[in-house]
């Protein structure tokens, strides 16, 4: 008898299963991770704004001797945060519960996490307040939203060419250089890694001297840096060339966008749903807000600003 086939004996040996899930995917989680983090009340929840005064000199005067002082107030706006819940429902059979050799709980787990966290990157990073998003508007969309004219739009620096091969080093100091400096501290680069080593790297290893060091030694210690900023991945963020398009975001999240949380994410099961067939169901439901409430206008660049290509 031999086990190389199955009126041989191999009937009577077991396969090897390894009890593991392999699951490479993308990490996510990067909007959540910077923006600013706002517990919210059951009907969401509004926030003062100070935006400032209305003239360059804020309101300070020198009226003279014995006149009247001219009377200024400052700008104080709302922002408001709207609740919606965002859900995601599974079923599995009883037999398979039963049978498997997975533990289906830590398995649906680490997916509805991995879910939830590229859905609130792609809300935060490119919302358009449609319902491809939930009626929320990311940083993309408020960016956009400013003018219709997009080069009023302080906050927009416009590439020197169209598409991904039209950007030059130049045009990312420029982002660099309309970054309100109270924003300075905070602010990161976030964009696709395919453009991070693609664009920017080549950009600086063609220039040498200490751009080319800087991409070099960020890359041997694993440290990603763009002119002296960490660079976080954004895999929502474009991957392929295109023109008149938002490639790459810079500035401090949480100075310009807030993530609204009302309780936590919530995951819950139920043999009662699908009773006759035999199923149990697994509930996720999360009530967030997306925020980006200061990038800038017409006049001034805000916190949070976008390097787009040029047209072709």
Request: glycine share 14%.
């Amino acid at each position: 008898m031999t086990g190389s086939s199955q009126t041989g004996g191999s009937a009577l040996v077991s396969p090897d299963f390894i009890p593991t899930m392999i699951s490479n995917f993308e990490q996510h989680g990067v909007f959540e991770r910077n923006a600013q983090v706002v517990p919210l009340g059951s009907s969401g929840g509004l926030q003062p704004v100070d935006n400032g005064e209305s003239d360059d000199m804020g309101g300070i005067y020198v009226p003279g001797e014995g006149k009247t002082i001219t009377k200024s107030d400052p700008d104080i706006g709302m922002i408001s945060h709207q609740l919606r819940t965002l859900c995601k429902l599974m079923a599995y059979s009883l037999e398979l519960d039963e049978d498997s050799a997975l533990e289906l709980g830590e398995m649906l787990g680490r997916i509805i996490f991995r879910c939830y966290g590229k859905a609130i990157d792609r809300i935060g990073f490119l919302g358009d307040g449609t319902s491809d998003f939930f009626g929320m508007t990311g940083i993309v969309g408020k960016l956009l939203a400013v003018d219709s004219d997009v080069n009023n739009i302080k906050s927009i620096i416009l590439g020197t060419g169209s598409g991904f091969s039209g950007l030059t080093l130049g045009d990312f100091e420029k982002v660099v250089g309309m970054l309100p400096d109270y924003a300075d501290d905070g602010a990161k680069w976030f964009m696709h890694r395919y453009v991070y080593w693609t664009v920017f790297v080549k950009l600086a290893l063609a220039m040498g001297g200490a751009h080319a060091q800087e991409a070099i030694l960020g890359a041997g210690y694993r440290q990603k840096q763009a002119l002296s900023y960490p660079v976080e991945f954004t895999q929502v963020m474009p991957k392929a060339t295109a023109n008149d398009m938002i490639a790459v975001i810079f500035g401090d999240l949480d100075a310009g966008a807030q993530m609204g949380r009302r309780g936590a994410l919530e995951i819950a099961q139920s043999t009662e749903r699908y009773f006759d067939q035999g199923l149990v169901a697994v509930r996720a439901r999360r009530r967030i807000s997306v925020n980006v409430h200061d990038v800038g206008n017409t006049d001034r660049p805000g916190p949070i600003l976008g390097l787009r290509t040029g047209s072709g």
